[in-house]
Nanobody, 120 residues
Framework: QVQLVESGGGMVQPGGSLRLSCVASGRTFSRYAMAWFRQAPGKEREFVAGVGWSGANPYHTDPVKGRFFISRDNAKNTVYLQMNALKPEDTAVYYC?????????????WGQGTQVIVSS
């Protein structure tokens, strides 16, 4: 069974940085895409960034492009989200997600979430 455990959230002032980590277990990590989603209070969960099995061609959505950077270390079964120049609107619970076993581009496995609060 796939398990995802996030860490690295917290409270930071606007303009600050955080790095989220997600350690995966339960299957061959390097065969599947990984992603980060977030859910702000009162809003739906939204896709933030994704990376393929090899780490090449990471993708970031427009609200975070140039500030957030997704990466992975297959030797450590870990995916990261480096978040720079944080804004209050980045406040959300951030979730790590792993690609489905059978449906390419779909994410079936989720971590428990880690809270990020950006506030002065």
């Amino acid at each position: 069974q796939v398990q995802l455990v996030e860490s690295g959230g917290g409270m930071v002032q606007p303009g600050g940085s955080l790095r989220l980590s997600c350690v995966a277990s339960g299957r061959t990590f390097s065969r599947y895409a990984m992603a980060w989603f977030r859910q702000a209070p009162g809003k739906e969960r939204e896709f933030v960034a994704g990376v393929g099995w090899s780490g090449a061609n990471p993708y970031h959505t427009d609200p975070v492009k140039g500030r957030f950077f997704i990466s992975r270390d297959n030797a450590k079964n870990t995916v990261y989200l480096q978040m720079n120049a944080l804004k209050p609107e980045d406040t959300a619970v951030y979730y790590c997600a792993a690609e489905s076993d059978s449906r390419v581009g779909e994410f079936d496995y989720w971590g428990q979430g880690t809270q990020v609060i950006v506030s002065s």
